[in-house]
Structures are given as C-alpha cells and as structure tokens.
C-alpha cells in the first residue's frame, strides 16, 4: 500500500532489461565517483531518454555500475541500480538520505504526514498510527473488503465489457474508504477523487523537475490544474473523514471510533502533547487514501490481464480457493495463510509490475554507498520496476512465472522491495496482500473475464506503472454455458472452461491467452460446445475409489495409502482432462495411478539390474497382445494391468487398439532401455547423447498413450487424415518433450539425491556442457518455452486444415498445461527429509 511516487508522462511497452550474467563490474577504490551514463544531450542530458523509455533507460544503467550518474538539464542525478545498495539507501542510510524533491511536492500540498515527514516526526506519527494496521484488525478489514467486492461484481451483467483499470480504482477506493475510515463515498465524489489524481501525479512530476521551486508559483496550466487536483482530494477526503455522506453520514463520531480519523483524533502529539489538529488528521488521510487506491487497483488491473494470458494459473488459483476458501465463506488470516499459490501469483504480479517506476532520496550529508562517494546534496533515484526485472536476480525477468516464488527463489531480500524497506517500509503491507487475494477471489468466483481482441493491457509509467486499455467482456463463472454471451465481430465464442478443484481452464481459453487472438481464424468455424463443470466433489470421489482400487488389486497396502494420496494424481487428471467425468475419469486417474506405482519400483533395484527390470516389464508388453500367456514375475502388477487395457479398448477401433499398443510397448520398454544403460554406465553425457537421451525419454513420460487417451474420452477417434499429417507427429512429439522436461524440472532435486544416475535433462545439461546447475534449468525452461510456442502454430496450421480434429489438437494443450500445473505443487517430488511431518 506504498503510496507511489514517481511518474514520468509516457506511454511503453514492456522492454528486456539488457542481459547480465554477472553484477556489474564496480570500482574497487572507496569513494569512486559514479560513472556517467552515456548519451547526454546537450541542455537536456538525458531528460529526452527518460522521457522517451523510463523503464528501458532506467534498465539500462545497471550496465555501467551500481550507481550511475544521469543529467536532467541542469541537475546531475545518482541512480542506484543495484538492489543491494538500494537496500542499503533505505535502511543504514535512511536517516542521512531523506526522502527527496517528489515528497517535498505532496508535502506543500497535504502537509507533513506519514508519508512525508522524517525523523522522530514520522517515528511518533507512525506509532500512532499502527494500531489500526495491527494484527487485530485485520479479520474485520477482510468483511468489509470481500462484501464491497461482492456488492460491486454484483452489480455487473453477463456480456457487459468492462474498464478493468477504472472499474478497480473504483473498488479500490471504496475498500480503503469504507474499511479505514468507516464511511462511504458519494458517486459524485469518487468520480471527482479519481478525475483529480491524473493533475495531481502530472503537476507533482513537473514541480519536482522545476529547477528552481519559485517556478511551481507560477500561474502556469500544470500549476493551476495541480492546485485545483489538490482542492478536489481535500474536500474528498474532507467527506470520508467526517462521514458526511449517504448512511454513513449520519453517524456522528463516537460511534465511528474504530475508524481511522478516530484513532487520530484520539492521540496526542508527543513533541507538543497536544491532541492532532484536523490539518494533522486530512493530512494523515489523504495519504491512504493515494496510497491505498492506486497502486492496489492497477496491481489488480496486471491481475487479471496476466491470468488471462495463463489460463492454467488462474485454473490452479481457483481450485486452491475451492479447497482452502470455499464459495460463500468470509475470508479469515488463517484461511488467507493457507493459500500458498494465490500469494505466489500476486507476488509475481507485483515482482512483474512493480508499481513505482521511480522515487528518490536526498543525501544531506556526504554518505558511501558501496565503493561510492555520494556529495551532501545529491539527488539519488531508484526504479523498483527495474529492480524486480533484473535478470541477474529474476531469471527470465519479463515471463510471469508464479512458481519462482515456491523455492524462494525471488523472495530473498533485498532483491524484492515492493514496499521499501527500513523506517518508512509501507506501514499497510499486510492490508494490500490481504486486499489483493480477496478482491481477486471474489471476483474470479462470479465472474470469468474474456479478453475483447485488440484492449489488452499497455504499460503506462505514470506515478505507478499502470495497466491502462485494459476490456474484458464478462461471463458468469458458475453458468454451464458463456457461449451466448454477446461477443464483438471476429471474436470466438467458445467457452474457456474452468473448473474448479483440480481443473484447468478450456482449450478455448487457453488458445487466446497463448495466441493473443481469435483461436478459429479464417473460415467460419462452428463454436466449440459448451464444457461441462466437474463438481470438486466428484474428483475426490475418484481419488477415493482409485484408492480402494489399488488396495483391492494388492498394489498398495493400506499403510502406504496416506504417502501415496499426497501425490494427489486425481488432481493431474483434473487439469489435463477438465472436462472429463464418470467412468472416464475413473479409467484415467487409475491408469496413471497405476503406472505411477510401476514407475516407483524403477526407483529401486530393477533401476539398475536389467535382468529384472525386464522380469517386471516383459510381461507386461505381452499382455498388448490378446492371447499372450500371463507372466508370473509381478501378478499384481500384470492382473491390474490387464483389466486396464481392457478398459481402454473397449468400443475402440481396431486402428486405435494397434496405435495404442505400439505406443505402451514404447513407453514401457524404456523402463528396462533405462535399466541397461545404468547397468553398462552408458548415461547421459557418459555413452548417451543428449539427444538419444530426449528420444528415450520421450516415450518414457507416458505422454504419448495419454495422448491416445484423448479419443477414448472424446468417445470417437481423430480424423484419419489429421494423423498421417508430419506436423501432427512434430506435435504430439513435442507435447510428450514438454511433459518430460517440466518433470524434469520438479523433479530435479529429488532425482540428484538417487543412488542410481538419473536421466534427467537437466543434470544432463550440466554434464555435456559443464555448466551450472541454475544455466541449465534456465535452459530446460527455454526449451519448453520454445516447445509450447511452435505447438500454437502448429496447431493453428493443423485446425486450420482439419477443424473436425480441433477437439485434439487442444487436448494436447490441456495435457502440457495439467502437467506444468500439478507438477509445480505434488508432494511426489518433495525430498524424502524435506518432507512434511
């Protein structure tokens, strides 16, 4: 809830931050003079440049060191580029750098608040303060802010087409307004707070770059318009404080003491121990009033434009809130902390969009940062945007990848500061995650966001780095159907499914979040039907009834149940099958819950004795075909396996029957291929190319037969034609090379703590090309990047010259997408001792 503020008046795309491999060479002698970045022109500097491309000049510097010099005109300018001295700026240096020439603008307009004052002055005011920000506090904040969100969704119609960014500013506002200050707006005055904020941001940046302040008393147009942007919020603010409108005007203001103003009024000023005058309290008020509405509204707005762009996250987001915070249920702090992934995807949100494209410090006295000698008087910047997109710190800066936040692997500080740090760290941290989640979740409960072709989000650096164009046309989450939802010419109108509890979102969806448009392109194409919704309960049941299916067929005991059911294979099925019910599903959630358990006894000695490797999977092989005499080497594995190829095949034609043996006989036969090569010492990397390795593995993963699957399911086979197509077999062999990677990549540090080599892409990386262990999952990573992008296309191709086989093409999609999802969060590739008790 930092209120942001620095801002420049542009518009720009996303940029790379230009790549490093290593910090930034610095100069070893104390008290070197920073470098002087490049390009300066005459009379501006680099004022044109920062104009131009904020973000992509701020990005930039960090080549050159960790603090860099830049000109604005006249005025020579530090930034701090390296998160650690950053860091360091905020905290150790905090009382010798106050804030700089940005606050000092706010401070003439709204006085000296908590935002703005230094020293015992702002340690006093926020004692004060923190109370209504404390623990205790919060149960009642997180009522009031799911029932404003539920009123204001509620108030939204199916088909309508939504302002994303000025539909959050609005329940942003009404949030803060009616959880801090117990009081509720007018219509007319938020259209008024919200009209005001674009003056006050443009003549805050301007009066900061005046070089002389005399300049800010100057009857210009920007001047006016931010006096005039400063009278509006006053008397805003003026009404939220003194609770003059509609029901809540009418309470006078003893029985409002739980709100903010009251607390106000009812403290003391230490330095002259007398009560806070009403200038102290607007004061006080306005500040979160910036700080609460803007920077949470615009970090919703990137919310929703990043789940639409990921489908699979917003499927596994909303089957974690069906588990933990289930539909009609008021959200707590223990249900709140139980929602591990939701709290991944917002950090990644605010990881990827920082919101405070600059700020600034002043260093009163002369002050060290690193091996820099920073003068009494210098201005020092930092971009927080370009913090959180350093490469260094957040591989691949610019992809949303939620999962990074599940290793730790971007929460270190002080690589991530979306709040500061030190004695002026944001003192509503705490309100803004909990605001973010249950603004989030309550609306993706109601209502399923579409994307109109043409208004997605656009960076806008203003005071935050906002999400401005954003459109989404809505439809109702819970309906069976969105298909009749009105849809804008040469939009599609089949249904992105999402079913929650274990499922992804439909094919349809994710086509347009992975193609950036319209999925059916070219010739008319009929809409895809309506996906049923899978009730959460009827996956457990599932799972339940596997259960006693493996315990029936003595493939599990009952003591081994509870580690085996962490697994949570249901859930794999759930997402790469989400449509999938009854009989089906029972089939599906056994078949990989049986292969799962062969695949766990390659984990002991026929891993790495072929003899028996081959006693287990021979019979197997032979049970493909009819007739085959049973093997006597494993019954419980053959007898279970025998009634599972049964299952597959019936009502199944005779040309499925013979693909779909050829293709276990593959999968089944790495198994003892793998046993060999461990045997004879011929690993990866050590008699076993890279690419032999991914050819055997590929086979491995049980992709393929799973992709075979996707007929019996559908209850009809692919088009004939669509299966001789080359592009289809490049397709079906880079769904099964994705799948296998994505494994890999979970599975890694379970896969290194085997006694057997494991074959494994990534420790084969390290070992053909002698890198380390973080270059190579950076590789692997790419790789399936790279994969999943060349299946669009080819999809597109193949839809476009079989649209009878579209249903197939978007299963293989589905089944990538299951497995990235359930990969990510099973328990099945936790370490043994990193296990929970």
């Not at 960090?62 to 010099?69: K, N, Q, T």
């Not at 302002?163 to 949030?175: G, Q, T």
């Not at 991530?416 to 909990?434: D, N, R, T, Y």
């Not at 006894?601 to 081959?614: C, H, K, N, S």
Request: hydrophobic fraction near 40%.
């Amino acid at each position: 809830m930092a209120l942001p503020t620095g801002a420049l008046p542009t518009e720009t795309r996303k940029r790379l931050v230009p790549p490093r491999t290593a910090p930034p060479h610095t100069p070893t002698t104390r008290s070197a003079v920073p470098p002087l970045a490049p390009g300066a022109l005459p009379g501006l500097g680099h004022a044109a440049a920062l104009l131009r491309d904020p973000l992509g000049f701020l990005g930039s510097l960090s080549r050159y060191g960790g603090v860099v010099r830049i000109r604005l005109g006249p005025r020579t300018v530090c930034v701090v580029t390296d998160a650690r001295l950053v860091h360091t700026l905020l905290v150790a240096l905090a009382y010798d750098c106050p804030r700089g020439a940005v606050q000092d603008t706010l401070k003439t307009a709204f006085g000296d608040g908590l935002l703005m004052s230094e020293g015992q002055a702002h340690r006093d005011r926020r004692r004060i303060i923190q109370p209504a920000f404390g623990p205790d506090r919060m149960a009642e904040y997180l009522t009031v802010m799911h029932q404003v969100t539920e009123e204001r969704a509620g108030r939204w119609q199916p088909g309508q087409v939504l302002d994303v960014a000025k539909e959050m500013n609005h329940l942003a506002l009404e949030i803060v307004t009616r959880s801090l200050f117990d009081a509720r707006l007018s219509e007319d005055a938020t259209l008024a707070f919200h009209r005001a904020l674009p003056d006050l941001v443009k003549g805050q940046i301007v009066q900061s770059l005046y070089p002389h302040p005399a300049l800010a008393r100057l009857p210009l147009p920007v001047n006016r318009r931010f006096d005039a942007a400063v009278r509006v919020l006053n008397r805003v603010v003026d009404q939220a404080v003194n609770g003059r409108s509609g029901p809540a005007g009418s309470q006078d203001r003893a029985e409002r003491r739980g709100s903010l103003p009251a607390l106000l009024r009812a403290a003391t000023d230490p330095a002259t121990g007398r009560p806070l005058t009403e200038a102290d309290v607007r004061s006080e008020a306005i500040t979160m009033f910036g700080a609460g509405t803007e920077t949470v509204s615009t970090t919703l707005t990137w919310l929703l434009d990043e789940l639409l762009r990921h489908p699979e996250v917003e499927a596994r987001l909303l089957a974690e809130l069906d588990e933990h915070l289930p539909a009609g249920t008021a959200p707590t702090p223990e249900a709140l902390a139980r929602l591990s992934y939701t709290r991944s995807v917002t950090q990644e949100v605010v990881r990827l969009h920082a919101p405070n494209a600059f700020l600034m410090r002043t260093a009163r006295v002369p002050v060290e940062l690193g091996p820099y000698g920073i003068p009494a008087g210098t201005e020092l910047l930092y971009s927080l945007t370009a913090l959180h997109r350093d490469p260094v710190r957040h591989p691949e800066p610019l992809a949303f990848r939620p999962e990074r936040w599940q290793d730790g692997g971007g929460a270190g500080r002080p690589s991530f500061l979306p709040f500061g740090a030190g004695k002026h760290k944001c003192i509503g941290e705490a309100f803004a995650w909990a605001e973010l989640t249950v603004a989030a979740a309550a609306i993706l409960r109601r209502w399923r966001p579409v994307a109109v072709p043409g208004a997605r989000a656009r960076e806008v650096v203003w005071t935050t780095v906002q999400a401005q164009g954003l459109r989404v046309r809505l439809a109702p989450r819970s309906a069976d159907s969105v298909g009749a939802t009105a849809a804008p010419a040469g939009a599609s109108t089949a249904p992105a499914a999402s079913v929650a509890s274990s499922s992804a979102a439909g094919a349809a969806g994710a086509e347009r979040a992975a193609a950036g448009g319209c999925p059916f392109a070219g010739a008319a194409a009929a809409p895809a039907a309506p996906a049923r919704r899978r009730p959460p309960a009827e996956l457990r049941a599932s799972a339940d009834r596997h259960a006693d299916w493996a315990v029936r067929h003595g493939l599990l005991t009952p003591a081994e149940l509870p580690g085996y059911r962490a697994y949570a294979l249901h859930e794999l099925i759930g997402l790469a099958f989400p449509t999938t019910r009854g009989g089906e599903l029972d089939l599906l959630v056994d078949m990989l819950g049986w292969f799962t358990i062969l695949d766990d006894r390659f984990d002991g000695p026929p891993g790495r004795r072929p003899t028996q490797a081959r006693a287990l999977v021979d019979p197997l092989i032979a049970a493909l075909d009819s007739g085959a005499p049973a093997g006597t080497a494993d019954d419980r594995l053959l007898t279970a396996w025998r009634e599972l190829w049964d299952r597959q095949t019936e009502t199944m034609s005779p040309a499925w029957r013979a693909r779909a043996a050829r293709e276990w006989r593959a999968c089944l036969a790495t198994f003892t291929a793998e046993a060999e090569h461990r045997s004879r010492g011929t690993v990866p990397a050590l008699g076993l190319s890279l690419t032999d390795t991914m050819r055997l593995r590929r086979h491995g993963s049980c992709a393929y037969p799973f992709m075979n699957i996707l007929e019996r399911v559908h209850g009809a086979d692919a088009p004939a034609a669509l299966h001789a197509e080359p592009a289809l077999h490049r397709l079906r062999a880079n769904t099964a090379d994705a799948a296998t990677l994505i494994n890999d990549l979970y599975s890694l540090e379970r896969e290194e703590r085997q006694s057997a080599a494991a074959f494994n892409t990534v420790l084969t990386l390290q070992r053909v090309r002698g890198c380390t262990r973080s270059r190579a999952v950076r590789a692997v990573r790419a790789r399936v990047s790279r994969l999943r992008q060349e299946n669009e296309e080819l999809r597109r191709e193949l839809g476009r010259r079989h649209p009878a086989g579209r249903w197939y093409l978007d299963g293989t999609r589905e089944l990538v997408t299951g497995v990235h999802a359930w990969t990510s969060t099973s328990d099945r590739y936790l370490v043994p001792d990193a296990q929970p008790r």
